[in-house]
């Protein structure tokens, strides 16, 4: 009811997706990556199902994968419904992971994504993480023409700008490489 809600509250604004978490009932410890059960599972259909009819078509929701979950929890969601993919790629990164091995198996479903990254915790400026890892995600991204959305997820205005120099610094070094 609150996700109806809140799309028929903002459709005026023609958003380009709404992006969901979803989550498991059970509330992770530190290390606990929790999978969907199958009672979850159904119940997540459900509500999906409930939720189709309030969007303008159905790849406007996109799930998103978040931090302690298993990077494959969505993909049985995903590939059952009509509902595209938000693709954290910070969130990735927290769990110790390289989203470029994800990129290619994401792709065909990838309608938005996050991009932030890591200072102690997640949503901080890209500039804190290793030039060779940013690069390992954005240069393929360029090199097919990465069409979806990129939302730097940061906080302050000083994160978002250090974001965009180092997403530049990057592009200087795929520039410099082809």
Not at 119 to 136: F, G
Request: with cysteine.
């Amino acid at each position: 009811e609150n996700i109806i809600r809140a799309i028929d509250l903002t459709r005026e604004l023609e958003p380009h997706t709404w992006v969901m978490h979803v989550v498991t009932d059970h509330i992770p410890g530190p290390d606990m990556r929790p999978h969907l059960t199958e009672r979850e599972t159904e119940r997540i259909l459900r509500s999906l199902e409930q939720i189709t009819p309030h969007l303008p078509a159905p790849e406007y929701l996109a799930l998103e994968n978040l931090e302690r979950h298993p990077t494959d929890y969505l993909d049985k969601l995903v590939s059952a419904t009509p509902h595209s993919r938000c693709f954290d790629i910070g969130h990735v990164w927290k769990e110790g992971l390289r989203p470029e091995k994800l990129l290619p198996l994401w792709l065909p479903d990838i309608r938005m994504c996050h991009l932030h990254g890591l200072e102690k915790r997640d949503h901080k400026s890209l500039h804190h993480m290793p030039p060779a890892t940013l690069d390992a995600i954005l240069h393929p991204m360029w090199d097919i023409r990465f069409s979806p959305p990129i939302t730097l997820e940061v906080f302050s205005l000083d994160d978002f700008l250090n974001s965009h120099q180092a997403m530049l610094e990057s592009h200087e070094r795929y520039i410099t490489k082809h």
